[in-house]
Nanobody, 119 residues
Framework: QVQLVESGGGLVQAGGSLRLSCAAS????????MGWYRQAPGKQRELVAY???????NYADSVKGRFTISRDYAKNTVALQMSSLKPEDTAVYSC?????????????WGQGTQVTVSS
């Protein structure tokens, strides 16, 4: 079993900042990346930021320059620093963990944390 525990969501005014954290535990094997996705009401889940073991992190165009993803490889954690928040950033944010075993990719998800940005 793999557990992802998120924290840090909440209510913030536009222009403010929030920091999300996610800690992975359990049967962790070949982690290839960790990231954050979000889903707003009535919309599909979308990638926010993803940090693989190699290369630079990927960001959604809508958050570039405002959000920063960081990983602690030793602790199996990932954080998302969100600044200059906008009402359109309001969504449930979920932590994602990808592992690889024998050529197959496995995705694991946190329970999600609500981020609400008021105008």
């Amino acid at each position: 079993q793999v557990q992802l525990v998120e924290s840090g969501g909440g209510l913030v005014q536009a222009g403010g900042s929030l920091r999300l954290s996610c800690a992975a535990s359990g049967r962790l094997f070949s982690i290839i990346g960790m990231g954050w996705y979000r889903q707003a009401p009535g919309k599909q889940r979308e990638l926010v930021a993803y940090a693989s073991n190699a290369g630079s992190p990927n960001y959604a165009d809508s958050v570039k320059g405002r959000f920063t993803i960081s990983r602690d490889y030793a602790k199996n954690t990932v954080a998302l620093q969100m600044s200059s928040l906008k009402p359109e950033d309001t969504a449930v944010y979920s932590c994602n963990l990808q592992m690889e075993l024998l050529g197959r990719l496995y995705d694991y998800w946190g329970q999600g944390t609500q981020v609400t940005v008021s105008s």
